[in-house]
């Protein structure tokens, strides 16, 4: 057995939260459905506080090898929704034990994944995820976890909004799960899902409307940004208030990228405060994931990066250099503010958990969009993707924390103290 211990932080207060029960005497008949598919706080590492009492800290805990257990969730080749950007052993992935870790929390038992029950506490909602493409990760996860679930007749229909809608449908259920694609929450020129690939960035810090009023009629949404701020050293701030399509030539700011993410969460704040009703609408924030680019960090070789990884780090205080504790830091500012004016943004804090599974990138097993360099077919690590996580595989453990975060006032906790 191998595991990694790891410490949790970040607004101690939200951390005690309970998880939905295994209820097996709930029994979802079958149903014909139809699915559309549209393609349209300072982190610093400190032990975080005793779970309160009926209650469990599902973020603190560790990772246990287990080929015994119920994961994966899900077959790679039974979900005709996996996208190819994370369909690792379609794409040539040839070992499989990045599939069976547990996420063990402290304290208590991890509660078994029951699609059935939670199609029936989503029916008639609609959860829309909004953000980067980690997200879009997150969302696929999400659908191929349910899919399995849904019994009857299932097809896809085609369907588009500028490319940034993706969405899945449960008729009979009356679900819709989401994904907006807004890397930036706020307008930038990174907004295109295909044609996004810049050595800056460009942003409209005070221009949200164009995505945001699409988000509005949603039960749940789950909101992630951070990577596409901390990739760059400045951002590029249009001077007028103007949306970013306004005009073709415009004037810009520089800005350091620490201050310009303060501002956007800014943007992204009043928006919420003003248009969410908290009592109609739960709201959550996706923790930022690790990215494991640089292998001498877990005591690895120099130059390498995740590409041939088959084990987790092994080293319970690991963290990664390129998670900053004042982006993160800013983000719990932001949500701190918010709980404070009456919307409470639950924290789905899953930063710490990641740094472990540089085991789990898609690195070179996806699809490839471009046509590979002679220098990365001679060394397939410069072609390694350590951001993408593969599916079946760690994001299914964020949307088994989410939904549980989702449910918390519906269900009794389930919890076992040692």
């Given at each position: ?378 060394n397939p690590q410069l072609a390694s993707d350590c951001s993408h996580w593969c599916l079946p595989g760690v994001p299914d453990i964020w949307n088994e924390l989410l939904l549980a975060h989702i449910f918390q006032n ?9």
């Amino acid at each position: 057995m191998i595991h990694c211990s790891l410490l949790i932080f970040f607004l101690g207060g939200l951390a005690t939260m309970s998880f939905y029960r295994n209820d097996n005497k709930l029994d979802v008949a079958s149903h014909d459905i139809t699915l559309t598919l549209t393609n349209a706080t300072t982190n610093t590492r400190v032990s975080a506080p005793p779970p309160l009492t009926g209650a469990c800290d599902l973020f603190s805990g560790i990772w246990v090898h287990d080929n015994k257990s119920h994961y994966p969730l899900y077959k790679e080749n039974e979900c005709p929704f996996l996208e190819d950007t994370f369909a690792c052993q379609t794409y040539g992935r040839k070992d499989s034990k990045y599939l069976q870790w547990r996420w063990q929390p402290h304290g208590c038992n991890f509660p078994r994944f029951n699609g059935k029950a939670v199609l029936e506490r989503l029916r008639g909602k609609r959860l829309l995820f909004v953000g980067d493409s980690l997200n879009r990760n997150q969302w696929n996860s999400m659908i191929c976890m349910l899919h399995s679930s849904i019994p009857g007749v299932k097809r896809d229909d085609g369907g588009l909004i500028s490319g940034r809608l993706h969405t899945f449908r449960a008729t009979d259920y009356n679900i819709s799960i989401d994904f907006w694609w807004a890397p930036m929450l706020v307008e930038s020129n990174g907004d295109s899902p295909t044609n996004h690939s810049h050595d800056y960035r460009i942003v409209g810090i005070k221009a949200i409307d164009k995505h945001a009023r699409h988000w509005v009629n949603s039960d749940v949404l789950v909101f992630n940004s951070y990577h596409w701020w901390s990739s760059v050293p400045v951002v590029k701030l249009i001077k007028s208030d103007e949306s970013l399509l306004d005009g073709p030539s415009q004037e810009y700011e520089e800005v350091d990228s620490l201050r310009a993410y303060k501002m956007g969460l800014e943007t992204w704040s009043d928006w919420v405060r003003t248009h969410i009703d908290p009592s109609k609408t739960k709201l959550f924030f996706m923790g930022a994931t690790a990215t494991h680019s640089r292998a001498k960090e877990w005591g690895g070789m120099r130059k390498r990066n995740c590409y041939g990884e088959t084990e987790p780090v092994m080293d319970a205080e690991f963290w990664e250099r390129r998670m900053d504790p004042k982006r993160l830091s800013i983000l719990e500012s932001s949500l701190s503010k918010l709980k404070s004016a009456g919307v409470n943004v639950q924290i789905i804090n899953i930063t710490q958990l990641t740094q472990c599974r540089k085991d789990a990138h898609t690195t070179i097993y996806r699809k490839i969009w471009r046509p590979l360099t002679d220098q990365q077919k001679k060394n397939p690590q410069l072609a390694s993707d350590c951001s993408h996580w593969c599916l079946p595989g760690v994001p299914d453990i964020w949307n088994e924390l989410l939904l549980a975060h989702i449910f918390q006032n519906e269900f009794q906790p389930l919890v076992h103290f040692s």
